[in-house]
């Protein structure tokens, strides 16, 4: 009698089993590669500047050829730019860093040998941070827009600097800087100049796009 409700046991233990539905296994989405166009976006003066402003002319040398090597250990790097030490290229390799404009690894041989570091430049970053810029500077003007529809503005024609109607009014309608008397602006002029700005912004913008593809 024992052994039979053992065996019912085992059978309802089986049934309960075999009816758990298992989950559907879930696939893994492919990570995404980026593509750049690497030909045009060294052809655009802003990204050429970006790079010139952050790290200088040397900066923009080691950039440039990390892009074209590919990855390099440091002193290899160094050595073929005609630097005299690994030392003296690190300081342009750190400013390209803190803008993740190139990234690093480091690999050691041997329990008491030192870190040796291998660089690689990220152009994709590059694309994304004018693009940046420019979508903060469209943003800026929209407000600005808003603003010089709300108030009058004052240009002083010598040095081309704008003033609201309240510092006009504490300077006597004068220029602060020249002391230029102060020439009323059409609102319709200076919505007119920025939104011809945002559309060039967005037109930079849209062949920023056409550099960089995403698979």
């Known amino acids: 009698m024992a052994k039979k409700i053992k065996q019912k046991r085992k059978i309802v233990k089986k049934n309960k089993v075999s009816k758990i539905k298992k989950e559907p296994t879930v696939k893994q989405q492919k990570p995404q590669k980026v593509i750049i166009n690497i030909n045009k976006l060294l052809s655009l003066e802003e990204a050429v500047k970006y790079v010139v402003d952050l790290s200088g002319e040397k900066g923009l040398e080691v950039f440039k050829y990390l892009i074209a090597h590919g990855p390099m250990e440091e002193n290899t790097l160094a050595r073929k730019l005609k630097f005299e030490k690994a030392n003296a290229i690190r300081k342009f390799l750190y400013k390209l860093y803190?803008?993740?404009?190139?990234?690093?690894?480091?690999?050691?041989?041997?329990?008491?040998?030192?870190?040796?570091?291998?660089?690689?430049?990220?152009?994709?970053?590059?694309?994304?941070?004018?693009?940046?810029?420019?979508?903060?500077?469209?943003?800026?003007?929209?407000?600005?827009?808003?603003?010089?529809?709300?108030?009058?503005?004052?240009?002083?024609?010598?040095?081309?600097?704008?003033?609201?109607?309240?510092?006009?009014?504490?300077?006597?309608?004068?220029?602060?800087?020249?002391?230029?008397?102060?020439?009323?602006?059409?609102?319709?002029?200076?919505?007119?100049?920025?939104?011809?700005?945002?559309?060039?912004?967005?037109?930079?913008?849209?062949?920023?796009?056409?550099i960089i593809k995403i698979k």
Not at 123 to 136: A, G, M, Q, T, W
Not at 139 to 156: E, R, V, W
Not at 157 to 173: G, H, M, S, V
Request: glycine share 2%; proline share 1%; hydrophobic share 30%.
């Open 98 to 210: 803190n803008k993740n404009l190139v990234s690093y690894t480091k690999k050691k041989k041997g329990a008491k040998a030192w870190y040796t570091y291998y660089w690689k430049a990220s152009p994709e970053r590059l694309v994304f941070l004018i693009k940046k810029e420019y979508e903060d500077e469209i943003k800026q003007a929209k407000k600005s827009i808003d603003l010089n529809k709300a108030n009058d503005f004052y240009i002083c024609e010598t040095c081309n600097r704008q003033y609201e109607l309240k510092q006009a009014l504490e300077n006597d309608f004068r220029c602060a800087n020249c002391n230029g008397v102060l020439m009323h602006m059409e609102t319709s002029q200076i919505v007119g100049e920025k939104e011809n700005r945002i559309s060039f912004l967005n037109d930079k913008i849209r062949k920023l796009s056409e």
